[in-house]
Structure formats: structure tokens, C-alpha cells
């Protein structure tokens, strides 16, 4: 990491604990580093995924698109958890997640972001909730699913969504909450980990991010 005191041998530990989903006080203890230290790393590690991930995207063709709100699992004052909530945009593409926060699920908040994220011509399969009726009349073409109708196939890859959802919402929860104000860090953590579920294909990736930031 940038201009780091850590050795390298401390560094690649505390990634592999970052890699296994480990605390920050887990972590410490396993690299022998100082809890704030270990918490801090973490944190620079979440900054460089999402410099890695959060970047212009354009979809085409068959896309699917839903929305889920993240409620009570932000840390409020003295680390209790706060009954708040933030709305978040997933598409899924070629079976990989992409997601951006966005401030409510009204028509004039949707359409623009969808219009600038996806190609006109475009196949959206959404479910049944009416503020996706907008798609229908907006150059693209929408199939809304009730999930029991869909033939086997398409049920799985409907489900892929889904199933980010709850990862997300339950990798969140482990920590007993996240800072609402770091919410997008933890967010693209949760989106990286999902499409690149192999261990040691995440263990390699945050080395090659760590290495490229040091000087």
C-alpha cells in the first residue's frame, strides 16, 4: 500500500484474512499488527476494489435489473445499529452484478440512469413492480416475470440477482454493521467477492492492486 510501514510478510497476511472474510480484530491478531492498523488496511483495500470496479459501463442485449433497499445495518453513534436504509440498482449481466446506489425508486430517478447505463434495443427482464412499467415505452424491450412461470433455465438465472442480494445483505450483518458513509465501499466489496467467487483468483487480484499502489 501507499507509503505503508507494513512489511510485505504483514501486508499479504492481512490480505489473506481480508480474502477470508475475517474481522478486523481477527485479522490483527493473526498479523500482529494493531486492531486500528488492521481496520485501517482493510479499509484502503475496499477503497482500491472499488477503484477497480466502479467504472463506465455500458449493457446490451438481454439484461436484468432490480432494485433492493438495505435496511438497519448501518452503525450509528457508539457503534448500535440505525434503522436507516438505501435504496441500490443491480443489473446483471452474463451472469456478473453490477450495482449503483441511488437516492429513491421514483420514474424521474430511474429512467435517466437506466437510459445512460443501457443501449437502447435492449432486453430487460424485471419482475412485476409497476415503476418498471416506464421500460415498455422507452426503446426497450421489457418482459415482467412472475418467477413460478418461468421455464427452468431462465428461473436460475433469474435468481442470480437475487441470491446478491441476500450475500450482500448477509456479508454486511457479519460485521454488525457497516459506516452508512463508507456504505458504497462495503457495497462494491460485496459486488467484486460475488463475481469473482474463487478465493485465489480474489487473493491474486488485491495483490496485483496492492502492488500497483505501492511506491
Not at 19 to 37: C, E, F, H, Q
Not at 99 to 104: C, E, G, N, Q, R
Not at 109 to 128: Q, R
Amino acid at each position: 500500500m501507499r507509503k505503508s510501514r507494513l512489511t510485505e510478510q504483514k501486508q499479504y497476511k492481512l490480505i489473506e484474512q481480508f480474502v477470508a472474510g475475517s474481522t478486523a480484530r481477527t485479522a490483527a491478531a493473526i498479523a500482529d499488527v494493531n486492531k486500528s492498523t488492521a481496520a485501517y488496511y482493510f479499509q484502503r483495500l475496499r477503497e482500491l476494489i472499488y477503484g477497480a470496479v466502479e467504472y463506465d459501463v455500458k449493457f446490451a442485449g438481454e439484461i436484468e435489473v432490480g432494485e433492493s433497499c438495505f435496511v438497519g445495518i448501518f452503525k450509528g453513534k457508539g457503534g448500535r445499529c440505525v434503522d436507516d436504509k438505501i435504496h441500490v440498482l443491480g443489473f446483471l449481466d452474463c451472469f456478473k452484478v453490477y450495482t449503483k446506489i441511488i437516492p429513491d425508486t421514483k420514474l424521474s430517478t430511474l429512467v435517466p440512469i437506466i437510459k445512460e447505463l443501457v443501449l437502447p434495443g435492449s432486453i430487460f427482464f424485471t419482475d412485476s413492480l409497476p415503476w418498471y412499467y416506464f421500460l415498455d415505452v422507452n426503446n426497450f424491450k421489457h418482459n415482467r416475470i412472475n418467477h413460478p412461470e418461468l421455464p427452468t433455465d431462465r428461473q436460475s438465472h433469474f435468481y442470480v440477482l437475487e441470491d446478491f442480494w441476500t450475500q450482500a445483505k448477509r456479508q454486511m450483518r457479519k460485521f454488525n454493521g457497516v459506516p452508512k458513509n463508507h456504505f458504497h465501499l462495503y457495497l462494491k466489496e460485496c459486488e467484486w467477492r460475488f463475481n469473482n467467487p474463487i478465493p485465489m483468483r480474489q487473493l491474486n487480484m488485491l495483490k496485483k492492486l496492492v502492488k500497483k499502489n505501492m511506491v
